[in-house]
């Protein structure tokens, strides 16, 4: 199963978007699914407000970093993420909370953020 599909998987069966992304990726970071909860938890969601960064997307930056990432290679993943979730990073406006238009459902936030972090670092 793709990392991306897992980590859909994952975020519907109690986990948040953030929570969802690192867990498919524990073999890469090497860290508890525990550790993984804790860190995670408040990241969902936008950092629990709608009002920030997309949790699948700091996910993807955690796990980024974790397996020799840089800062350029932390541009490219935004750009990428943004590019394929319809053209932003932030939370609020993924979900079309202030204009009624949905940009990016929370299922393919994960999966796009999962996708995208495999483009730099594998599968």
Do not use: P
């Not at 949790?55 to 993943?77: D, F, H, P």
């Not at 909370?97 to 599968?123: K, P, W």
């Amino acid at each position: 199963m793709e990392r991306g599909e897992k980590a859909v998987e994952l975020k519907h069966n109690g986990n948040n978007c953030c929570q969802a992304v690192l867990m498919a990726y524990a073999d890469r970071i090497d860290i508890s699914e525990q550790q993984i909860k804790r860190i995670g938890a408040t990241f969902g969601a936008g950092m629990g407000c709608f009002e920030s960064t997309c949790g699948s997307l700091c996910a993807a930056q955690m796990v980024l970093g974790m397996t020799g990432g840089n800062i350029r290679s932390a541009k490219l993943l935004v750009e990428g993420f943004r590019t394929r979730a319809g053209g932003s990073t932030i939370c609020r406006e993924l979900k079309g909370l202030e204009t009624g238009r949905m940009l990016c459902s929370c299922d393919d936030c994960v999966r796009y953020a999962s996708e995208c972090l495999d483009n730099l670092i594998g599968r």
